[in-house]
Each structure stands twice: as C-alpha cells, then as structure tokens.
C-alpha cells in the first residue's frame, strides 16, 4: 500500500520510494501477482520520466509485468501493466495494442482509475479528446485522489484550445504530484492565454527548482517565449538545451511540438514541420491539435506541411476505427 501510494507521485524521490516498498513486497510474497503488476509499472516511470539511457529498467518493468500475467493471466492490474510498458518510446508507443490492455483491463474490472487515466492519456495523444475527457473525468468520480487524471482532464482542455478552463483545473493540482508536467503545461496556457510575462516567470520558478529539466520541456517552452518575441538567438540556444536535455525522455515529443512551433512562429516551416513529423513519430500524431493550433498558423500554405498533415489525417482516421 505504501508503494502504491508513492508511485501516484511522479518525482524521483517518490518513484525510488515505490520501487523500493513494491520490491520488498514480492520479496517477502513472491507470489503475489498484483505487486508485480505495481512494480512492472513503477519501472517504466523510472526509465519514462528520469532515466532513459538506463536499459536495466525496461527490462525490469517487462519482467514483472510478465511475471505477474504468468501469475494470473486474468489479473486486470497486470494488463494495465502491459499496456503501460507498450506505450513507451522503447515500444514506438503501441497505440492500438496499448488500448487494447487498457480495454481489457476495464472490461474485467470496471473501477480501476488509472487503466481510465492511461486511455485517456492515448486518446489525447492520438486526438480523440472527447474520449480522453470521458474516461479522465471517470477515473477522477473514481478516485478523487488521482491527480494524474486531473492533469489529464487539463491537458486535453487545452489541446482542445480551452485554454482559461484547462488553467483552472490545473491550478487545482499540486504540482508535486508531476513537476514537469504540471508546471510546463501550467506555462504553455498562460502563454497561449497572452499571459506572456506570466509564462516565463512560471519558466524561471520551474528551472530554479528542478534544473534538470528532464525531457527539455521547460526550455522547449523557452524557445517559443523566445520566437514569439523575435529573438532567433535566445530561440536556438533554448532549443539546443531541450534537445540536448531531453532526448530519449518519454514526454520528449510534446519538447519536439515546443521547438516546432517555435520555428513556426519566426516563418521557418522546413524546420517547423521537420520537429511536427518527430513528434508525431516519437507517440504525438495529433493531428486534431495540428490542424487546430494558432501558433502553426505560419505553416498552412507551405506544401510540406500540407504533406505531412494529408498522411496524419489518414493516420488519424485509422485510429478512429478502434472506436
């Protein structure tokens, strides 16, 4: 219970925690099916979200999530685990198969809030936010106390661009629940509200406090702060600091959308839809937000953008025949 008490926290103090209560747990049960199932997912956290480039940890999470179906093949938690290990940049984000646990998951044990929160994770990635917001706002009546799913529910608001909605539901999480993303996402509707002098200090308070900046979002946000005000200079430094900071990091996709439409808004659009086809490549082909987004506005009439949204668009309508 410990363990899966600090593995809902998503920092690395939190995370070392889980693993280490969720370890001494099987010990002491080897049996226990349901534990594993927890581990298997608590390591895929480590090596999403702060440790990339250490293999030993996918191969951790693909051992425990295994050891807990051969268990108990049936075990809805053990599928959410699978599935959370599909969906990871060692697995190109698997969407359909990683759906494909989630639903099953769901099907055996309708109460689980997280296999909710994880499916709607992919529909908003994919595109698909009505979706994404049914199945957050559900895991949340579920579990009030899951506040990834709140994230969630403002994430997909603001890819839908209601952006002073998705802010009130943030301001609602504590942000130590997932520094990074909570925080950047806290900054990238302040900018989109306008609210540009709000977003860079937000920025500033983030990188004083977490100056790793796992994944390059805060720079990445950086870079678009900076191209929205017309210095190239500052914009290309930031975007080489998020590069060279966040890639291999799970969330890297959302700091390759960032540099995208950084380049976009000084009217580079190789260079804009070059970092747009890594994003989507890398588990974000949302083609709904693309096609919707005011900052890429500077691409519309560029035929390699218009390339690249006609082959995203049919992507998309493939995914939509999962529903």
């Known amino acids: 219970m410990r363990g899966r008490f600090h593995s809902q926290h998503q920092t690395q103090i939190e995370n070392e925690t889980a693993i280490a209560d969720l370890q001494h747990a099987?010990?002491?049960?080897?049996?226990?099916?349901?534990?594993?199932?927890?581990?298997?997912?608590t390591y895929v956290w480590r090596f999403f979200l702060f440790a990339p480039e250490r293999k030993q940890w996918e191969e951790k999470a693909y051992v425990a999530a295994e050891r807990a179906?051969?268990?108990?093949?049936?075990?809805?938690?053990?599928?959410?685990?699978?599935?959370?290990?599909?969906?990871?940049?060692?697995?190109?984000?698997?969407?359909?198969?990683?759906?494909?646990?989630?639903?099953?998951?769901?099907?055996?044990?309708?109460?689980?809030?997280?296999?909710?929160?994880?499916l709607a994770l992919i529909y908003c990635h994919l595109g698909f936010f009505d979706q994404a917001l049914q199945e957050a706002?559900?895991?949340?009546?579920?579990?009030?106390?899951?506040?990834?799913?709140?994230?969630?529910?403002?994430?997909?608001?603001?890819?839908?661009?209601?952006?002073?909605?998705?802010?009130?539901?943030l301001r609602g999480i504590p942000e130590q629940v997932q520094p990074s993303l909570v925080g950047y996402q806290t900054a990238w509707v302040l900018f989109n509200l306008g609210k540009k002098?709000?977003?860079?200090?937000?920025i500033v308070e983030l990188l004083t406090h977490y100056p790793k900046d796992s994944g390059g979002l805060f720079n990445s946000v950086q870079a678009v702060l900076a191209a929205s005000a017309a210095d190239e200079r500052?914009?290309?430094?930031?975007?080489?600091?998020a590069i060279e900071k966040g890639k291999g990091f799970g969330h890297f996709h959302h700091t390759a959308y960032h540099i995208a439409t950084a380049f976009a808004l000084i009217h580079k659009p190789e260079e804009a839809t070059k970092w747009l086809e890594a994003a989507a490549d890398d588990g974000f082909p949302c083609y709904p937000l693309f096609a919707a987004d005011?900052?890429?506005?500077?691409?519309?009439?560029?035929?390699?953008?218009i390339e690249f949204m006609e082959k995203l668009k049919h992507q998309w309508a493939g995914y939509k025949s999962l529903f």
Do not use: C
């Not at 599928?79 to 969906?87: K, M, N, P, Q, S």
């Not at 002098?197 to 937000?202: F, G, L, N, P, Y």
């Not at 500052?234 to 600091?241: E, S, T, Y």
């Open 197 to 202: 002098d709000e977003a860079a200090a937000k």
């Open 137 to 169: 706002k559900q895991a949340v009546l579920t579990n009030p106390h899951n506040k990834l799913a709140a994230y969630r529910i403002a994430q997909t608001l603001a890819f839908r661009g209601e952006y002073q909605e998705s802010l009130a539901v």
């Open 234 to 241: 500052k914009m290309h430094a930031k975007i080489k600091l």
């Open 69 to 118: 179906l051969t268990l108990d093949p049936d075990l809805a938690v053990a599928h959410v685990a699978r599935g959370r290990l599909l969906w990871t940049p060692a697995n190109h984000f698997a969407h359909a198969n990683a759906i494909r646990e989630y639903r099953w998951a769901l099907d055996s044990d309708p109460t689980l809030d997280e296999a909710r929160n994880q």
């Open 26 to 41: 099987v010990a002491i049960d080897p049996s226990f099916a349901s534990a594993y199932a927890d581990l298997a997912q």
């Open 294 to 305: 005011h900052n890429l506005d500077n691409l519309r009439q560029d035929a390699a953008f």
